[in-house]
């Protein structure tokens, strides 16, 4: 029985995390972008579904509880929507404009924000449990894998940022 409620308790947290992503998707990707936001977020899916399958098949992280457990050994809910989301927040609102240390500054806010949050987690939920892993391995990835949607994002939609340029 107290296992079940612990389980219960780690789905209630789960769905919150989802009810606020959701939210945050709904407010922050404007109408008149949602085709650049579907751009960032496919593209970090492809990202995280190779690595997180191999940080996860390597023994380096597990995620005791999770949906869609059977089908695979990965957080579906971090790997699929939670960090998608984010890239796509990070990739509309990226302050193309600015300095490079304003821009260096972005990136670890956004890598720190989803850091942060993930050794929450995993501290006081068995969302995710770190077997051989650190938190700043987290860190270092989320910012590699900013860095990299930033590039795909810009190279996708090189033609609207050539015509930034020209006027």
């Known amino acids: ?23 945050l998707l709904v407010k922050f990707i404007p109408k008149n972008k949602v085709r650049h936001g579907t751009v960032a977020f496919l593209y970090k899916q492809m990202v995280t579904w190779l690595f997180g399958l191999l940080v996860v ?16 050994k990965t957080s579906f809910s971090f790997e ?13 609102y990226y302050p193309e404009n600015k300095d490079r240390f304003i821009k260096f500054l ?11 949050g993930e050794v929450f987690v995993e501290r006081y939920t068995n969302l995710i449990k ?3 892993w650190k938190w ?16 795909f994002y810009r190279w996708f939609f090189k033609d609207e940022f050539s015509q930034r340029q020209d006027e």
């Open 1 to 23: 029985m107290l296992k079940t409620k612990k389980v219960m308790r780690n789905y209630a947290i789960l769905g919150l995390i989802w009810a606020i992503t959701t939210g």
């Open 136 to 151: 700043y391995w987290s860190f270092i990835t989320m910012g590699i894998t900013y860095y990299t949607s930033r590039l």
């Open 57 to 72: 098949e390597k023994g380096l992280i597990k995620y005791p509880v999770r949906i869609f457990n059977k089908a695979n």
């Open 130 to 132: 770190y077997v051989k």
């Open 106 to 116: 972005y990136y670890i806010f956004h890598a720190g924000i989803l850091t942060i």
């Open 80 to 92: 699929y929507f939670i960090y998608p989301t984010f890239c796509a927040i990070f990739n509309l």
